[in-house]
């Protein structure tokens, strides 16, 4: 018989101690892992958080979307961007690239939308503005325009280095015109000033027809009309006898104004300018239609005397007016055709030419050292595209007397 098996005897302290190691082993076994930390919502606070190389301290949770958190921390507001945080942040957050993906591309459809509004408004707004502005401009270019620039008469002109209207006449497309064959100068000039100065009352550009004008004329004078109908003259070899009446005698330009208050003027399109044929007389529609268009008087420049009749055109212009004048045309013609240079040359005394004056250059601020420029009726071959110059001391020589229009819309 094998003898009993014996143990060593272990100390009761021992014994004690491997039990409680036993007793906590099996009650670390038993409690359940820590749990994950709590979801972050708005109003929640933490100690810190950091994004990237910046740290937030002391923060407090304001708003929470899909993309961002707005955030209160010690130094002030912050907005973070979920996308930039620490998963374990992100999913606190309950951050989902998804989600965060769709709202971005709402915000942008939002964005495109208040945009496409915003512009819209603008235009509405802009459009409102225009309305506004022009009827404005028509009130105060009475007062600001003509009253004032009548006031100016008689004073010290503001001599600049120079005024030129001829930009401002191509862009409305009031381009040069040639009057042909017919002494129709003066009807010519008034036309001139008149439609640059409608155009900037009413805000629309016209050209109106010198035709009309011509024929309205010879009716305000009693002139004969000189339409097919009522010349009667034999014609042998194309010369018209001498029983006849020349085909145009020549205007002044106050009896052009005159006609052009009594019986209006319509569209150039609907009387066109014939040059070299004769006159018919207008339909009556065509008078009543000429008639509703525009409401216009005249001014005679004043001044004793021709200095005195620059200055004014010198206010005139600076007021962007341009001022029709008669005036004594060199003999030669043809010396001035290439250059439109009037300075010195021999004037006829006996006829005259009238042209509007649209504009100036001057050296030193002083009026005897002054080039006007000039808008002329023989089309846009004769001096520098239509256009002529004339000194201060041609026109303080030969300078007639200028007219300035009042014009309205009826």
């Known amino acids: 018989m094998s003898p009993a098996r014996t143990h060593p005897l272990i100390p009761l302290a021992v014994i004690g101690t491997f039990a409680l190691c036993a007793i906590a082993v099996s009650l670390r076994a038993q409690t359940p892992d820590t749990p994950a930390p709590a979801p972050?919502?708005?109003?929640?606070?933490?100690?810190?958080?950091?994004?990237?190389?910046?740290?937030?301290?002391?923060?407090?949770?304001?708003?929470?979307?899909?993309?961002?958190?707005?955030?209160?921390?010690?130094?002030?507001?912050?907005?973070?961007?979920?996308?930039?945080?620490?998963?374990?942040?992100?999913?606190?957050?309950?951050?989902?690239?998804?989600?965060?993906?769709?709202?971005?591309?709402?915000?942008?459809?939002?964005?495109?939308?208040?945009?496409?509004?915003?512009?819209?408004?603008?235009?509405?707004?802009?459009?409102?503005?225009?309305?506004?502005?022009?009827?404005?401009?028509?009130?105060?270019?009475?007062?600001?325009?003509?009253?004032?620039?009548?006031?100016?008469?008689?004073?010290?002109?503001?001599?600049?280095?120079?005024?030129?209207?001829?930009?401002?006449?191509?862009?409305?497309?009031?381009?040069?015109?040639?009057?042909?064959?017919?002494?129709?100068?003066?009807?010519?000039?008034?036309?001139?000033?008149?439609?640059?100065?409608?155009?900037?009352?009413?805000?629309?550009?016209?050209?109106?027809?010198?035709?009309?004008?011509?024929?309205?004329?010879?009716?305000?004078?009693?002139?004969?009309?000189?339409?097919?109908?009522?010349?009667?003259?034999?014609?042998?070899?194309?010369?018209?006898?001498?029983?006849?009446?020349p085909p145009d005698e020549g205007f002044r330009l106050l009896d052009v104004v005159t006609a052009l208050r009594a019986y209006g003027i319509p569209e150039r399109e609907r009387v066109p300018y014939r040059s070299s044929d004769l006159i018919d007389d207008p339909s009556e529609e065509i008078i009543q239609e000429a008639r509703t268009k525009l409401q216009v008087a005249c001014h005679i420049l004043p001044g004793k005397t021709q200095p005195d009749i620059l200055a004014n055109i010198i206010h005139a212009l600076n007021a962007g007016v341009p001022v029709p004048i008669g005036m004594s045309w060199p003999v030669e013609n043809a010396g001035i055709y290439k250059t439109g240079y009037l300075d010195k040359q021999r004037t006829n005394q006996d006829g005259g030419h009238a042209v509007t004056i649209v504009g100036y250059k001057s050296t030193g601020g002083r009026l005897e050292n002054t080039v006007f420029i000039f808008k002329n009726s023989y089309g846009t071959r004769w001096g520098i595209d239509g256009y002529g110059t004339a000194t201060y001391a041609f026109l303080e020589e030969n300078l007639s007397y200028g007219v300035l229009l009042d014009i309205s819309e009826k």
């Open 40 to 245: 972050l919502v708005a109003g929640a606070t933490l100690d810190s958080i950091t994004v990237g190389q910046i740290t937030y301290t002391q923060v407090r949770i304001r708003t929470i979307s899909a993309q961002t958190a707005m955030i209160q921390h010690a130094g002030g507001i912050a907005s973070l961007r979920l996308r930039d945080l620490s998963p374990d942040l992100q999913q606190r957050f309950g951050y989902n690239p998804d989600a965060a993906a769709a709202e971005a591309e709402k915000q942008k459809a939002a964005a495109a939308a208040a945009a496409k509004l915003r512009q819209e408004q603008l235009a509405a707004q802009k459009k409102a503005n225009a309305v506004q502005l022009v009827a404005q401009a028509r009130e105060s270019k009475k007062e600001n325009t003509l009253d004032v620039l009548l006031r100016t008469f008689g004073s010290e002109p503001d001599i600049r280095a120079g005024i030129d209207l001829r930009p401002r006449y191509n862009e409305l497309g009031l381009w040069i015109k040639n009057q042909g064959a017919r002494s129709s100068c003066a009807i010519f000039a008034i036309v001139s000033a008149l439609e640059l100065q409608a155009a900037e009352i009413t805000g629309h550009p016209q050209r109106y027809s010198e035709e009309y004008l011509q024929w309205a004329t010879r009716k305000t004078l009693n002139r004969p009309a000189f339409t097919p109908q009522s010349v009667k003259a034999t014609v042998a070899g194309g010369i018209i006898s001498a029983e006849a009446p």
